[in-house]
């Protein structure tokens, strides 16, 4: 009983010419593949090395820091922030009266006040 072994024995033409297009497939999609990985790698190793200059919003990563002002006296009773530099506080002044102030959080100064009142009936 004689064992025939596989490798040794020639493939047929048409076999062989479809083993070479399938190597060189998988040559292509291996490449393709690293391609791919080396992209997402560089992507996240650039997005780790901006530290302190932008989130994904467009803020600044590490808080800037101003004095806000407010009136004399105000008590602050709610906060809000608007867009990337602009922040709302509302104030109840010493006499009562309520305001909205619009404040730039960058360099603290004022941008809107609005004075609330009651309506008249």
Known sequence: M???D???EPLDPALEKVRRKMIRLLAVSIAVLMVGLIAVLSAVVYRAGRDGEETADGAPATPAEAVLSVPMGARITATAGLSRDR????VETADGRQEILVLDAASGGLVSRTRLQAAQP
């Open 2 to 4: 004689t064992q025939t």
């Open 6 to 8: 596989g490798a040794d």
């Open 87 to 90: 922040a709302m506080v509302v």
